[in-house]
């Protein structure tokens, strides 16, 4: 089992930036996809963005071009650069880690509001 720890949120503002990161309780170094989730309000999960382990990328179109996801195998750490952020960017923003099971983090808060 995989624990994750998620933080970084926060409130900010239409058109700023968040940080977002995963802290991870094993070496992340052979776990093939690392994930980012989001759910809003009312709304079902919904992936946000992945990463491999040799570094390979994928995005929801909602996001490409403002989220990127990177990974640090000796740290344990993945992030998620959240720019240009959106109201409908609201939600909670999950770390998600997919082994022989789906491990998931508890969660981090991020409003977008003026």
């Known amino acids: 089992q995989v624990q994750l720890v998620e933080s970084g949120g926060g409130l900010v503002q239409p058109g700023g930036s968040l940080r977002l990161s995963c802290a991870a309780s094993?070496?992340?170094?052979?776990?093939?996809?690392m994930n980012w989730y989001r759910q809003a309000p009312g709304k079902q999960r919904e992936l946000v963005a992945s990463i491999t382990s040799n570094g390979r990328t994928n995005y929801a179109d909602s996001v490409k071009g403002r989220f990127t996801i990177s990974r640090d195998n000796a740290k344990n750490m993945v992030y998620l650069q959240m720019n240009s952020l959106r109201p409908e960017d609201t939600a909670v923003y999950y770390c998600h880690a997919l082994t022989y099971r789906d491990n998931w983090g508890q969660g981090t808060q991020v409003t977008v509001s003026s």
């Open positions: 094993v070496s992340i170094f052979r776990i093939d996809f």
